[in-house]
C-alpha cells in the first residue's frame, strides 16, 4: 500500500499559484497542440479532430450489423464522455476522414476502418473499398460522431474545453517526451479549471511553492531541501490553526516550519534616503548591508547594489491592486506588475524615451511625503494607461500587536509598498525574521512628517512578516522606530 502524507497549504496562495502556473502552462501548451490533429480522448473512447471540431466513437463495435433505422437508433443511445448529441456521420463526413492515412481508426486496404470495409451513414451503407461510394440499403456496422465544436477551434479553447469536462487526452501516435510534457502542462490546466487545488502530487505541489519568493521579490528559487528536510520546511506550509487553509495528501513528505523557530535578535537600520535608501542588518555582533529589488540576486555584489533606489515602477496597476488588496501578509503580488529599486531605475535610464515607461515610475516618495497641500495632486500612469492620483500621504498606525486587515478599499500608499519590497528581502526564509527596525531621516524633515513615512513603514514591514507569526505572542514585539544614536552611522557598503 502506498503511504500518504497531509500538507496543510495557505488556501489563497494555493490557487493563485495553481491558476498562475496554469496560464504558463496553457502558453506552453498551445504550441504543441496545433501540431497535432487527431487526439484521444479518455484513453481510446472518443478521438477528436482538431480540425473540425468533431469527436469520433473510438471503438465502434464491430460484433453487430444493423440497418440504417436501428443504426440511427443505437447512435442516439450512445453516452461518451458524459456526451449525449452521437448520431451518424453523413457520407462526406466519413470519407473524408477515411482518405486520411493518419485517422487512428484507419487500417486495412484502401481506406477501410478497422479492416471494415462497409460502414453505415446518414444516407445508408456506404462501401470505403470504392473510390467515390454511393449510399446503399444494406445492414452493415456503424461509428458515431459528434459535433463538440461547429467549426475548428482554437487550440486554447479546445483544451479549456477538455480540462473543464475532467477528460484526459493524449496525441495518437505520440509517446515522446514531448507528449508527456504537454500531457503534465494539461493536467495541471485541468487542476485549475475545475478548482481542484488539492489534486497535487508531492512533486508538483514543491514546484508550484518553489518560486514564492521569486514571484514578487525575484529572490532565488527554493531548493529541495526546504521542503524535503525535517528541520527545514516552508513557513506557508506551517499550520496555525486560525487561517484559511487546504490539506494536501502527497506521496511523499514535505514540511512546514513555524517562523517563531528563525525570528533573529538582531536589529535592521533602514536609511530611508531621497534617492536611494540603505539597509544593514546587525546580528551575532556583525553588520550586513543588503541589495533590494535585483533582477538577478545571483549576480555579484557590487559596491553600488547597496545604494538601493528609492523608485517604484507601477507596469499594470489593477492587477497589482487585486494582489495588494488580496490579504494582508505577504499577498502574492506579482515583479511583473509592480517593481521596486534597482530594476524600476533601470526601466526609468533603459526606456527609449517611452512616455508609458517615463509615466509608470514613481522617482521622489519622499518629496511626495512632504507634499501636505490637497491642492498639490501627484498622478502616475502604469504601462496599461490607468491613471491613479495618490492621495496625500496619512499617519496610518497600525495597533501593535494587532493583524493587520485589507479590502478592496484598502488605501494604496507607495511607501508602504517600497517598505514591503525591502521586508521581503530582509526577511528572507534564508536569513531569517527581524521584528526590530530602526529609521534615520534627515534632520530638516518634520516630525509630522517622520510619524507619517514611519506608520507607512509600519505596515509594510509588518506585511511583510510570515502570516503564522502574527497570530504568535512573539509578534507583540514587532516594532520600527527612529534611530537611537548608537545604531549610526550605518556600515559603508563594502
Known amino acids: 500500500m502506498t503511504q500518504t502524507f497531509n500538507i496543510s497549504v495557505p488556501k489563497l496562495k494555493q490557487q493563485q499559484l495553481v491558476d498562475a502556473a496554469s496560464e504558463v502552462a496553457m502558453a506552453e501548451a498551445i504550441p504543441y497542440f496545433m501540431q497535432h490533429r487527431w487526439w484521444w480522448i479518455n484513453g481510446d473512447e472518443m478521438i477528436f479532430d482538431a480540425e473540425t471540431g468533431n469527436l469520433w466513437q473510438g471503438k465502434p463495435n464491430t460484433n453487430n450489423q444493423y440497418n440504417l433505422v436501428n443504426c440511427q437508433l443505437e447512435a442516439k443511445k450512445l453516452r461518451l464522455g458524459g456526451l449525449s448529441q452521437w448520431r451518424l456521420p453523413a457520407c462526406k ?172 535578535e538582531g536589529n535592521v537600520a533602514i536609511d530611508f534616503g531621497t534617492s536611494s535608501t540603505v539597509v544593514a542588518l546587525k546580528r551575532n555582533g ?76 514613481l522617482l521622489r516618495l519622499k518629496q511626495w511625503a512632504l507634499r501636505d497641500n490637497e491642492n498639490y495632486k501627484v498622478k502616475f500612469t502604469d504601462q496599461y494607461n490607468c491613471v491613479h492620483e495618490l492621495a496625500s500621504l496619512a499617519e496610518r498606525n497600525p495597533v501593535k500587536g494587532q493583524a493587520l486587515t485589507v479590502d478592496k478599499n484598502y488605501p494604496f500608499d507607495p511607501i508602504e509598498l517600497y517598505a514591503w519590497f525591502l521586508g521581503l528581502t530582509i526577511n528572507w526564509r534564508q536569513r531569517g525574521v527581524f521584528l526590530h527596525y530602526y529609521m534615520t531621516f534627515p534632520v530638516a524633515y518634520p516630525t509630522e512628517v517622520k510619524n507619517k513615512i514611519l506608520a507607512s513603514f509600519r505596515r509594510g514591514l509588518q506585511r511583510s512578516l510570515p502570516a503564522s507569526l502574527i497570530n504568535d505572542a512573539k509578534f507583540a514585539d514587532f516594532s520600527v522606530k527612529n534611530a537611537p544614536p548608537n545604531l549610526l552611522p550605518l556600515p559603508l557598503p563594502p
Open 93 to 264: 463526413e466519413l470519407v473524408l476522414v477515411a482518405n486520411i492515412s493518419t485517422f487512428p481508426l484507419r487500417s486495412g486496404q484502401n481506406f477501410r476502418l478497422l479492416a471494415i470495409d462497409y460502414w453505415q451513414v446518414s444516407e445508408g451503407r456506404i462501401d470505403l473499398d470504392a473510390s467515390n461510394p454511393s449510399p446503399a440499403t444494406a445492414e452493415s456496422r456503424f461509428v458515431a460522431v459528434c459535433n463538440l465544436f461547429t467549426a475548428k477551434p482554437t487550440a486554447q479553447r479546445a483544451i479549456e474545453e477538455f480540462a473543464k469536462r475532467n477528460w484526459t487526452i493524449k496525441p495518437h501516435g505520440q509517446d515522446n517526451q514531448a507528449a508527456k510534457d504537454f500531457i503534465g502542462q494539461y493536467n495541471l490546466i485541468k487542476v485549475a479549471e475545475n478548482k481542484q487545488y488539492t489534486q497535487l502530487d508531492a512533486a508538483k505541489l514543491q514546484a508550484l511553492w518553489q518560486n514564492i519568493d521569486y514571484v514578487s521579490a525575484r529572490l532565488p528559487k527554493l531548493d529541495n531541501l526546504r521542503f524535503s528536510e525535517i528541520n527545514q520546511g516552508l513557513w506557508e506550509f506551517f499550520d496555525d490553526k486560525k487561517s484559511q487553509r487546504l490539506s494536501v495528501t502527497v506521496d511523499s513528505p514535505l514540511y512546514g516550519r513555524n517562523p517563531v523557530l528563525d525570528i533573529q
Open 286 to 361: 556583525r553588520d550586513e548591508l543588503l541589495r533590494i529589488g535585483l533582477k538577478d540576486f545571483n549576480e555579484a555584489p557590487k559596491v553600488e547594489h547597496y545604494e538601493n533606489p528609492t523608485v517604484l515602477e507601477m507596469v499594470d496597476f489593477k492587477s497589482f491592486l487585486i494582489d495588494w488588496t488580496s490579504e494582508a501578509y505577504r499577498p502574492l503580488v506579482n515583479w511583473d506588475d509592480v517593481r521596486c529599486s534597482h530594476e524600476a531605475r533601470f526601466s526609468l535610464r533603459n526606456n527609449d524615451s517611452n512616455p508609458q515607461k517615463i509615466g509608470s515610475i
